[in-house]
């Protein structure tokens, strides 16, 4: 890994980076891994894996804004399973291919006027990316460089390590409540472990969007760093993780996770039966269309 932060650094001071169009650090990291074995071609995500370091990066690539789909999180669930099997692979990267937002949350529309049978479905997809990421053997480090509200701020906090671009404007957290919606228990016992359970509260009872000093401050995210650094930085994250032995750190991990897991393992079928019921509530998806309405004419 030190290696492919040498040849970002000589790169970068040389100025062969400035010359490529769009060029910054984060492009430097992603050319490095694109140089190598490009893992998987599927539409709305790229995995490129380095056979050198055993580094995978994932890079979110769906417009608008990677919101997660049934199809998103199926192919999501695919990868990072494929990754999982992969002996060579040790660590992923996760981080977006598009400007200013890492991911939108789960996608709205898959929830709003669907059959009972489509939430259903969405659901189990949705649970599956969770137990395939929170239960990862893999080490895993968000890159996030951009805007990571709800079902993106779960997705971050399932990794062992976030850095996220210092701007301002970027926010992460469970805004569930805002949209009248709430979080499921495994979202929360995922956020609790990450920042404890006065910040959870005070976070899921106010749908907290918080900016990027603010997720530093209550320990959200590790780090900030500026936004053309948020993938090399996490390569160098990764080099510090990847030195302690695998077995080691596999065990310490699990021991970490295992009951958040069982939990939910444990409620599967209840947990999408109360899905299915919530969403179907007419409150509920009146809520999620006035939200709807409320991003669209924010944009006009
Ligand atoms: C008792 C308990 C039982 C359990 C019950 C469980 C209940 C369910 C729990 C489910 C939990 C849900 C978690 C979620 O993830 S919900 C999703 C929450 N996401 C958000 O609130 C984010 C909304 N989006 C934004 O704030 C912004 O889009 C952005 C991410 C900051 C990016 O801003 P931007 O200015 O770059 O882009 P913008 O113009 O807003 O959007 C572009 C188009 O994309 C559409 N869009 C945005 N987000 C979503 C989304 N999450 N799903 C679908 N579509 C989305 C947006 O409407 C624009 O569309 P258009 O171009 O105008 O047509």
């Given at each position: 890994?030190?290696?492919?932060?040498?040849?970002?650094?000589?790169?970068?001071?040389?100025?062969?980076?400035?010359?490529?169009?769009?060029?910054?650090?984060?492009?430097?990291?992603?050319?490095?891994?694109?140089?190598?074995?490009?893992?998987?071609?599927?539409?709305?995500?790229?995995?490129?894996?380095?056979?050198?370091?055993?580094?995978?990066?994932?890079?979110?690539?769906?417009?608008?804004?990677?919101?997660?789909?049934?199809?998103?999180?199926?192919?999501?669930?695919?990868?990072?399973?494929?990754?999982?099997?992969?002996?060579?692979?040790?660590?992923?990267?996760?981080?977006?291919?598009?400007?200013?937002?890492?991911?939108?949350g789960l996608?709205i529309?898959?929830m709003y006027?669907?059959?009972?049978?489509?939430?259903?479905?969405?659901?189990?997809?949705?649970?599956?990316?969770?137990?395939?990421?929170?239960?990862?053997?893999?080490?895993?480090?968000?890159?996030?460089?951009?805007?990571?509200p709800a079902g993106?701020?779960?997705?971050?906090?399932?990794?062992?390590?976030?850095?996220?671009?210092?701007?301002?404007?970027?926010?992460?957290?469970l805004n569930e409540t805002q949209l009248g919606i709430v979080a499921p228990?495994?979202f929360?016992?995922?956020?609790?472990?990450?920042?404890?359970?006065?910040?959870?509260?005070?976070?899921l009872?106010?749908g907290?969007?918080?900016?990027?000093?603010?997720?530093?401050?209550?320990?959200?995210?590790?780090?900030?760093?500026?936004?053309?650094?948020?993938?090399?930085?996490?390569?160098?994250?990764?080099?510090?993780?990847?030195?302690?032995?695998?077995?080691?750190?596999?065990?310490?991990?699990?021991?970490?996770?295992?009951?958040?897991?069982?939990?939910?393992?444990?409620?599967?079928?209840?947990?999408?039966?109360n899905f299915?019921?919530f969403t179907s509530k007419?409150s509920i998806q009146k809520s999620l269309g006035m939200y709807?309405?409320?991003?669209?004419?924010?944009?006009?």
């Open positions: 890994m030190s290696s492919i932060l040498r040849r970002c650094t000589k790169l970068t001071h040389s100025g062969i980076l400035s010359m490529l169009p769009g060029s910054n650090g984060r492009s430097c990291a992603l050319q490095y891994f694109a140089s190598e074995k490009r893992y998987s071609t599927s539409s709305k995500i790229k995995v490129d894996l380095d056979s050198n370091t055993g580094v995978a990066i994932m890079q979110f690539q769906s417009p608008p804004v990677n919101s997660l789909s049934l199809d998103f999180l199926t192919e999501f669930a695919i990868n990072i399973e494929k990754l999982e099997l992969d002996r060579s692979c040790r660590g992923v990267i996760i981080t977006s291919a598009l400007p200013k937002v890492f991911s939108a996608d529309l898959e006027q669907k059959s009972p049978e489509h939430y259903v479905e969405f659901w189990k997809a949705v649970q599956e990316a969770w137990f395939k990421l929170y239960g990862s053997s893999k080490v895993t480090i968000a890159a996030i460089n951009g805007n990571s993106g701020c779960l997705l971050a906090m399932c990794c062992d390590y976030r850095i996220m671009a210092e701007n301002p404007r970027y926010s992460i957290g228990f495994w929360k016992d995922t956020m609790q472990n990450v920042v404890g359970h006065r910040e959870t509260e005070k976070g009872q106010l907290k969007l918080y900016t990027a000093p603010e997720a530093l401050k209550v320990g959200l995210v590790d780090e900030l760093v500026p936004e053309e650094k948020v993938v090399s930085s996490a390569a160098e994250a990764m080099s510090k993780w990847l030195a302690i032995p695998d077995h080691a750190r596999q065990l310490s991990k699990s021991m970490m996770r295992k009951p958040t897991i069982d939990r939910l393992l444990a409620a599967r079928e209840a947990d999408i039966t299915v019921s007419d709807m309405e409320m991003l669209k004419k924010r944009r006009s």
